[in-house]
Nanobody
């Protein structure tokens, strides 16, 4: 059974950093494009960043460019989201998602992704 598990969420002060991890079980991540999405209370789930199966292509939402970095370690079967310069508006539940339908590039559209984790809470507050 394909499962994704996010970790690394926490309470952090504005300007702080966190690194989220997405771990896979039941499959090897190197066959899949991975996306990070987030959902704040009362808002739609939105795409944050994604990385192609090989890691050669990445994409970021405008709101996180230059602050967040996505990476993957296909040996460890992990995908990371390094978040720097966190702002209160980054507060949300963060989800990782996987798709094998596109692998050479990635897009931040929810319907593209078939497998989802349960999410990890990121709270940015002083």
């Amino acid at each position: 059974q394909l499962q994704l598990v996010e970790s690394g969420g926490d309470l952090v002060q504005p300007g702080g950093s966190l690194r989220l991890s997405c771990a896979a079980s039941g499959f090897t991540l190197d066959d899949y494009t991975i996306g990070w999405f987030r959902q704040a209370p009362g808002k739609e789930r939105e795409g944050v960043s994604c990385i192609s199966a090989s890691g050669g292509s990445t994409n970021y939402a405008d709101s996180v460019k230059a602050r967040f970095t996505i990476s993957r370690d296909n040996v460890k079967n992990l995908v990371y989201l390094q978040m720097n310069g966190l702002k209160p508006e980054d507060t949300a539940v963060y989800y990782c998602a996987a798709t094998a339908r596109v692998t050479g590039w990635c897009v931040l559209t929810r319907p593209t992704y078939d497998y989802w984790g349960q999410g990890t809470q990121v709270t940015v507050s002083s």
